[in-house]
């Protein structure tokens, strides 16, 4: 089976929709559907619609219950800045649909123990990143009994394996920051164990148009997108 992973949509829905179109046969959403992006409605709609199983986003949360997002100190301003904006958008259907996602999720694919979650098994405010130590990212992980880890929050693909546990996150689907500004996702094949980072072409222009007309801080925002960074 082809398991495509997306995370950290940030409401981009161009975004979303090309990287919909990677040949798969499930989907997985990492969390972080809302906030940066302007269209939140859409993405979140376009979730529901096609069932994707989805786990909570630290920007999830602080749309839908109104908590700090915890993220970090670069882009928490434009975190605040745009959270009213995204309230705008969405409905109390849309804001119970966040609030009600599950922290983590386990499968049992091929023999294979999968384990999801946004930020780190321990904190969906811990960043795993590529440069992160492996004596950090084994704290992280400590007392989880699987065979591979998904994870968001980052921004930054990556596929790495620290104490026998393969770490696999996809990269962000709307707000790339590893200065590659294509949509990014990963393709886990259960069978083979494989995993394929991909990167998507989109329609960017189309969607720094609408932050331009919709969005405060609209220039930073499109700047982050078109640098990836």
Request: proline share 5%; with cysteine; hydrophobic share 35%.
């Amino acid at each position: 089976m082809r398991l495509l992973l997306i995370s950290d949509i940030h409401a981009n829905k161009e975004a979303l929709d090309a990287v919909l179109k990677v040949p798969h046969d499930e989907v997985f959403c990492l969390g972080d559907i809302a906030d940066y992006g302007p269209s939140p409605s859409e993405c979140i709609a376009l979730i529901r619609e096609n069932n994707i199983e989805t786990v909570l986003g630290n920007h999830d949360a602080a749309v839908g219950t109104g908590i700090d997002c915890g993220c970090g100190y670069k882009y928490k301003h434009l975190s605040i800045a745009t959270r009213e904006y995204t309230w705008n958008f969405l409905a109390e259907d849309h804001l119970s649909f966040l609030r009600q996602l599950p922290f983590k999720a386990e499968k049992v694919l091929n023999g294979q123990r999968l384990y999801f979650t946004h930020g780190s098994p321990q904190s969906n405010y811990e960043y795993i990143r590529p440069e992160t130590p492996d004596d950090e990212v084994a704290e992280m992980i400590k007392g989880i009994d699987a065979d591979f880890i998904f994870t968001g929050h980052s921004h930054q693909p990556m596929v790495r394996e620290v104490n026998g546990i393969m770490i696999i996150n996809p990269g962000s689907v709307g707000q790339p920051r590893d200065l590659n500004p294509l949509a990014s996702c990963a393709v886990f094949n259960t069978e083979t164990r494989d995993t394929e980072i991909i990167r998507c072409s989109y329609d960017i222009e189309n969607t720094c148009n609408k932050i331009r007309e919709r969005m405060p801080n609209a220039e930073e925002l499109i700047s982050i997108l078109m640098r990836g960074y």
